[in-house]
């Protein structure tokens, strides 16, 4: 079908560094339409750019979710506070610093979901999301701004619940990143600043005012940030708890409403 060889795909992504170059390959040749489609692909590709860039799309939680260059890919992971969050059963949900809009898009029986990122790419992105989902969310809006400030002041206190994967990389460990990530994906998008918590903490500090009552907050974080984050969630008034996935090495923080 190919004039490019698959095994020619293969052998090249294996060459830049690919560790998993067959199923690379596989997702590049479905991907295409001719083979002058493949070959540009294939080059960006070697060249360095994420493949879900490449290919305009990532797999998440059983779906594709349009991702694009300038935006932040949704990891495997995040799939964990995507399960942490439906078994909140919320039906208003707030997805925070949204991205591609990956996790609220993913969370099962919501009815009215809101999403907000201060990146107005990542805005445009997300809000293609919702819109190709049809009918799977009833009512779904997509908002640009700051944290909080983004979203419709008439919200506060109607959330069930508050997912966030904001970005909790500390400043001085950006250069240790993947290059593909740390060259390709919005530096708004990695860094958390100098501890990798202070946006965690912003959040925090927001959130009462926004959830309903009996509403929860959960946060995407690492193994290294988890206890800072808890702190921070804790100090914000809630009462907080780590959960784990061992399997995708995830770790999200879960604030719930303080017992009575």
Same mark, same amino acid.
């Given at each position: 079908?190919?004039?490019?060889?698959?095994?020619?795909?293969?052998?090249?992504?294996?060459?830049?560094?690919?560790?998993?170059?067959?199923?690379?390959?596989?997702?590049?040749?479905?991907?295409?339409?001719?083979?002058?489609?493949?070959?540009?692909?294939?080059?960006?590709?070697?060249?360095?750019?994420?493949?879900?860039?490449?290919?305009?799309?990532?797999?998440?939680?059983?779906?594709?979710?349009?991702?694009?260059?300038?935006?932040?890919?949704?990891?495997?992971?995040? &799939?964990?506070?995507? &399960?942490?969050?439906?078994?909140?059963?919320?039906?208003?949900?707030?997805?925070?610093?949204?991205?591609?809009?990956?996790?609220?898009?993913?969370?099962?029986?919501?009815?009215?979901?809101?999403?907000?990122?201060?990146?107005?790419?990542?805005?445009?992105?997300?809000?293609?999301?919702?819109?190709?989902?049809?009918?799977?969310?009833?009512?779904?809006?997509?908002?640009?701004?700051?944290?909080?400030?983004?979203?419709?002041?008439?919200?506060?206190?109607?959330?069930?619940?508050?997912?966030?994967?904001?970005?909790?990389?500390?400043?001085?460990?950006?250069?240790?990143?993947?290059?593909?990530?740390?060259?390709? &994906?919005?530096?708004?998008?990695?860094?958390?600043?100098?501890?990798?918590?202070?946006?965690?903490?912003?959040?925090?500090?927001?959130?009462?005012?926004?959830?309903?009552?009996?509403?929860?907050?959960?946060? &995407?974080?690492?193994?290294?940030?988890?206890?800072?984050?808890?702190?921070?969630?804790?100090?914000?008034?809630?009462?907080?708890?780590?959960?784990?996935?061992?399997?995708?090495?995830?770790?999200?923080?879960?604030?719930?409403?303080?017992?009575?």
């Amino acid at each position: 079908m190919w004039e490019l060889e698959y095994d020619e795909v293969v052998s090249s992504l294996r060459s830049a560094g690919c560790v998993f170059a067959e199923e690379e390959a596989d997702i590049l040749v479905e991907s295409a339409s001719t083979t002058a489609e493949l070959t540009e692909m294939l080059a960006r590709r070697v060249a360095g750019e994420p493949l879900e860039h490449v290919v305009g799309w990532v797999a998440f939680c059983g779906r594709r979710i349009a991702v694009e260059p300038g935006v932040f890919v949704p990891r495997r992971r995040t &799939e964990f506070l995507v &399960e942490c969050a439906a078994a909140l059963r919320p039906s208003v949900l707030l997805d925070l610093c949204c991205g591609s809009g990956a996790i609220g898009l993913s969370v099962d029986g919501v009815t009215e979901l809101h999403a907000a990122d201060v990146d107005a790419v990542a805005v445009e992105c997300a809000s293609r999301n919702l819109a190709d989902v049809g009918g799977t969310v009833p009512v779904g809006y997509v908002h640009c701004g700051d944290l909080y400030d983004a979203v419709p002041p008439d919200m506060r206190g109607r959330f069930d619940a508050i997912v966030v994967n904001a970005p909790y990389v500390p400043t001085g460990d950006i250069g240790l990143m993947p290059r593909e990530a740390r060259i390709h &994906e919005p530096n708004i998008a990695l860094d958390g600043g100098t501890d990798g918590a202070g946006i965690h903490r912003r959040v925090a500090v927001g959130a009462p005012q926004w959830l309903a009552p009996g509403g929860h907050l959960l946060i &995407e974080t690492s193994a290294a940030l988890a206890h800072s984050t808890l702190r921070a969630v804790v100090d914000a008034g809630f009462t907080g708890r780590i959960d784990e996935s061992e399997a995708l090495d995830a770790v999200v923080v879960i604030g719930s409403p303080p017992s009575r």
